[in-house]
């Protein structure tokens, strides 16, 4: 079950929120207070800390509902509990969590759950606040009705509590929605890779039926090379250099008596400026865009197995502290992430494969690519140029196919020391038989017709206008696989 969280703003009149500010200082107190006691005590069972406090704050808060106050306490043990195991493992040095902010949890029975859930349109809610049920009218946005359709054809469900939470000045109600995964024939095998700039993507579609796999269609067994912009290196360089513009500009304001300044960066000021900047926010945008491009409609999507710190693994052996810094803004990691997560409510099914020698083998002649002035580019010794981003997209298409085994170029073994045959049945439990099949049988087509038409996997135009730029290297390596692969190549080149 996948949960989605939708912010919804409420219509809050000046009554109102004169109500919701007073419930959540007194919610605020009571968990302040609890994860406090919980913490100096050590006591985080939640019926433990509800035995001590409940009736406490009833009679301190008698206007709060009673089951606010049940659900604050709870809160604070879910809070002390993570402090704890935080300290624990040496991630915190202050004595107590410092709590800034609360989501205020109402419960099915302290609004109108029932009546919300039975409507076809819901579009105000009823809470219990002091003095009594209060009905509030929602600021109801497209994103809550695509999650309320869902909820109507039965593909989602509401779940109980709400949660309302204000955010400057400005009240939220929180719905969260159990989505289940979708369960769909994947109509497309996908291959994406992610760069500095781009993310390269590899897409075959599949016919309706996979089975009928004499029956093809030749002129649909193409596998389509495209690239999404995505400009995250660009944009890390275009805020670096903003922010050290504001740096500069303030310098004058932080200058020490001895000619020297003081770390601007931890200066209230500058954290005031840059938190205009918005960078993290684009950044979002940008992975979001990606993942909803390749999770479009079901597909098997195949991607690299980028490892716990894919940036790490990049750095080794970059000196330059603003490719260092560059790389760093890459956000490999949450674009995977959003992917995922995307793929599982779209009904697409992810599949990793091993990162070795993607982008250093021919995916046609299977020999190994030498490099080229252009780092884009790359030279196959049966001479043909090969774009490194579509050598690594249909590279991962072969690892999925018994070819991958039977050449052996990928993995340091002979092919006879796999069999295959062995494998067949239960190598691929995500990926149906069929399908794999299909897949081979389009790469052998591509492979066959590449003669006709040899450009086709050295790209017409330059992704990146600025070849010059030398962006290339800022990509990841390929990981050490087997032993006995070759040094790796040299990225601190300039
Ligand atoms: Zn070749």
């Known amino acids: 079950m996948l949960r989605r969280a939708v912010a919804v703003e409420l219509e809050a009149t000046k009554e109102l929120n004169k109500l919701l500010y007073s419930v959540e200082t007194m919610y605020l107190n009571i968990v302040r207070e609890v994860v406090a006691y919980a913490v100096e005590h050590n006591v985080t069972n939640p019926t433990q800390l509800h035995r001590l406090f409940y009736s406490k704050y009833r009679q301190e808060y008698p206007s709060l509902n009673s089951q606010l106050v049940i659900q604050a306490i709870r809160q604070s043990s879910e809070i002390a509990k993570s402090f704890i195991e935080k300290k624990r493992r040496g991630l915190v040095n202050k004595p107590y969590p410092e709590v800034k902010a609360v989501s205020i949890r109402f419960v099915e029975t302290t609004w109108n759950y029932e009546q919300f859930t039975s409507s076809t349109a819901p579009v105000r809610i009823t809470i219990s606040l002091p003095g009594g049920r209060r009905e509030v009218w929602l600021r109801l946005h497209k994103r809550f009705w695509q999650y309320w359709w869902r909820v109507l054809t039965g593909e989602a469900e509401l779940a109980g509590t709400l949660i309302v939470k204000r955010r400057l000045n400005k009240w939220y109600a929180v719905f969260i929605f159990e989505v289940k995964p979708r369960e769909a024939k994947p109509q497309s095998v996908v291959s994406f890779d992610i760069n500095e700039n781009t993310v390269a993507v590899g897409r075959v579609d599949l016919p309706s039926t996979v089975d009928r796999v004499a029956g093809w269609n030749r002129r649909y067994l193409m596998p389509q090379l495209y690239s999404i912009r ?23 304001l932080y200058a020490l008596p001895n000619g020297k300044y003081v770390n601007i960066m931890n200066t209230r000021e500058f954290r005031k400026r840059v938190k205009h900047l918005r960078e993290r926010g684009r950044k979002i945008g940008r992975v979001r865009h990606v993942a909803n491009e390749l999770t479009k409609t079901p597909s098997i999507i195949i991607t690299e197995d980028l490892g716990e710190n894919p940036q790490e693994s990049m750095i080794n052996g970059i000196g330059r502290d603003e490719l ?109 038989h069929p399908i794999v099949q299909y897949l081979h049988a389009t790469l052998k087509e591509f492979t066959a017709s590449f003669e006709q038409s040899p450009a086709v996997l050295a790209r017409g135009n330059p992704m990146n206008p600025a070849r010059g730029a030398n962006e290339g290297w800022a990509r990841k390596p390929p990981t050490p696989h087997k032993a006995g692969r070759r040094p790796a190549p040299n990225y601190t080149q300039g």
């Open 230 to 252: 995505t400009d995250f290196g660009k944009l890390a360089r275009r805020y670096e250099a903003i922010r050290n513009a504001i740096t500069e500009g303030l310098k004058p």
């Open 324 to 432: 260092r810094h560059r790389l760093k803004q890459t956000p490999f990691k949450s674009i995977e992430k959003a992917v995922e997560d995307k793929a599982l409510e779209s009904g697409s099914k992810l599949f990793h494969v091993s990162a070795y020698r993607n982008s250093r083998v021919c995916p046609i002649h299977f020999a190994r690519l030498e490099e080229t002035d252009d780092w884009h580019t790359l030279q196959c010794p049966l001479g043909h140029l090969v774009d490194r981003d579509y050598a690594s997209v249909m590279n991962m298409f072969w690892k999925l196919t018994p070819e991958a085994w039977a050449k052996g170029v990928w993995w340091n073994l002979k092919s006879e020391e796999m069999n295959w045959k062995a494998r067949e049945g239960d190598s691929n439990p995500i990926i149906p």
